[in-house]
Nanobody
Framework: QVQLVESGGGSMQAGGSLRLSCAVS??????MAWFRQAPGKEREGVAG????????DYADSVKGRFTISRDNAKNTLYLQMNSLKPGDSAMYYC??????????????????????WGTGTQVSVSS
């Protein structure tokens, strides 16, 4: 059974930076992504990365500000978030699936395709 444990969330003023981490138990060779969900809103795909780390994709709302990366030797996924905005406030979830064969952008639009989920870490950005 794969377990995903997020960390690194917190409260930050607009313009600041945070780095989220997701520790993966067992084999980390999955297509992985970060999703977020704010109160009253649907879960949104933020960033995704291929199994080997060579391919990434992002939601338009975070392009140029967020960077997803992974260290398979450490079984850890990261999300570096810069230039944070109040609109980035949400619960952030790490997710994994066996393959993103239709492309990462497609995977980000279909959260039900992800098999494993963490319990989330809260990010709050104040103006």
């Amino acid at each position: 059974q794969v377990q995903l444990v997020e960390s690194g969330g917190g409260s930050m003023q607009a313009g600041g930076s945070l780095r989220l981490s997701c520790a993966v138990s067992g084999n980390s060779r999955y297509c992985m992504a970060w999703f977020r969900q704010a109160p009253g809103k649907e879960r949104e795909g933020v960033a995704g990365i291929s199994r080997g780390g060579g391919t990434t994709d992002y939601a338009d709302s975070v392009k140029g500000r967020f960077t997803i990366s992974r260290d398979n030797a450490k079984n850890t996924l990261y999300l570096q978030m810069n230039s944070l905005k109040p609109g980035d406030s949400a619960m952030y979830y790490c997710a994994a699936t066996y393959s993103c064969s239709r492309g990462i952008a497609d995977a980000l639009g279909n959260p039900t395709g992800f098999v494993y989920w963490g319990t989330g870490t809260q990010v709050s950005v104040s103006s």
